[in-house]
């Protein structure tokens, strides 16, 4: 076996190993939780023991969806006397405030209207988030965005992973389908993203949330100074945040992963969205101020690096035995997901997507960490571009 081979195969376990771990993370969670799929949900009305909830939504130009989002939160079936909703207008051009001050519950919305903020860093995001956890009443801070909707359980069920000692719990994610293949595709990779992070929370190492589903203590968030953190990033403040908590501090993570919970947004709408928004998501890589996370990352990385090589130098065989391997791995994450959210007609998109997702990480990962990207209006040069700058 030459040298080229045993390192394909080398980064080849290692990447199924890591794989595997979410994978059992997972099934660990759903027995433990007793989790069932969508046909087999039973009902529940009890509000015993939920402590007094701020839900946050911060908002660029969502004057589209604004309505919607705040529909679903108010018809949670939490009562209305644990909870209040405030929205963070994050320098909106398009209207969005009007459209808060004009909702029916407008009386039960607090708005704050953010103009500026993060200019220096790019952290517009963090800064109108930190604005609406400064205001908060709540012990319990909970998180969506403007885009989505939300479960009618949503408040209830994140609030019931709020055991002693925890400090963070994060939750699904989902993308409606669309009808159309794009679409699918994102959903499929969107799954796997929201997998692997309940299933390294499984095992005891939170790595991935998403702050469009995301509830923490005040005090938790308080006691690791903030989004800050003492790290400065322009994007993923919210795993900056979870591993701030998790590693850093006297409370653990948890997670929900019952359907219940899930919160859901509409996959991007063009490729240049979606290259958009994934380098955006990439470029908090370089922040991460814990090193095995880094270091998993860069696997991960050099991991898709040796397909390519393997696929220009045509080793098909050697391809193929590192595919195999890979897919089978995905599939041991994926499946379990797939069928509690009730999405086990993409599994079989994923033997397609497999070419397609080598490039897709390849070209990503390297334009998240060098190069910039545009959000909303704002452009933002790449961490890693920052750093060598310095």
Request: hydrophobic share 45%; with cysteine.
């Amino acid at each position: 076996m030459s040298l080229f081979a045993a390192v394909v195969l080398g980064l080849s376990v290692l990447y199924a190993a890591l794989m595997g771990s979410a994978a059992i993370g997972l099934v660990r969670l759903i027995r433990r939780e007793k989790v069932v799929p969508p046909e087999a949900r039973p009902s529940s009305s009890n509000q015993d023991g939920l402590p007094s909830v701020s839900i946050l939504v911060p908002a660029r130009n969502e004057a589209g969806t604004i309505e919607s989002c705040l529909d679903s939160v108010f018809a949670n079936d939490c009562p209305e006397h644990l909870y209040e909703v405030i929205v963070i207008d994050d320098g909106s051009t398009d209207g969005t405030g009007a459209r808060v001050r004009r909702h029916p519950r407008a009386r039960s919305i607090r708005l704050i209207e953010v103009e500026d903020e993060g200019r220096v860093t790019g952290s517009h995001k963090k800064h109108a988030l930190a604005r609406g956890v400064a205001a908060a009443r709540g012990a319990i801070i909970l998180t969506t965005d403007a885009d989505c909707t939300v479960s009618p359980t949503w408040i209830r069920s994140m609030m019931s992973r709020f055991e002693e000692g925890v400090g963070i719990v994060t939750g699904p994610v989902l993308y409606r389908d669309d009808g159309r293949f794009f679409g699918r595709l994102q959903s499929l990779e969107f799954l796997g993203l929201v997998a692997l992070g309940h299933g390294f929370v499984g095992i005891g190492r939170p790595h991935l949330c998403n702050s469009a589903n995301l509830a923490y203590r005040r005090q938790a968030y308080d006691e690791v100074g903030g989004y800050d953190g003492g790290v400065e990033a322009a994007t993923g403040n919210d795993e900056l945040l979870l591993h701030h908590i998790a590693y850093g501090s006297r409370w653990t993570a948890a997670t929900c992963i019952a359907p219940e919970a899930a919160v859901f947004t509409n996959p991007s709408p063009s490729l240049s969205s979606f290259f958009d928004q994934r380098r955006r998501w990439a470029s908090a890589h370089a922040k991460y101020p814990l090193r095995h996370l880094t270091v998993i990352s860069l696997l991960c990385y050099l991991f898709y690096v040796a397909l390519a090589a393997s696929a220009l130098m045509l080793r098909w065989e050697l391809l193929m035995a590192a595919l195999v391997l890979k897919a089978s791995a995905e599939a041991a994450v994926l499946a379990p997901a797939a069928w509690i959210f009730g999405r086990l007609k993409l599994l079989p998109l994923l033997v397609i997507a497999q070419p397609a997702q080598i490039a897709y990480v390849l070209i990503i990962g390297f334009a998240g960490t060098f190069g910039g990207y545009e959000w909303k209006g704002r452009v933002q040069a790449g961490e890693g571009r920052r750093i060598m700058a310095r």
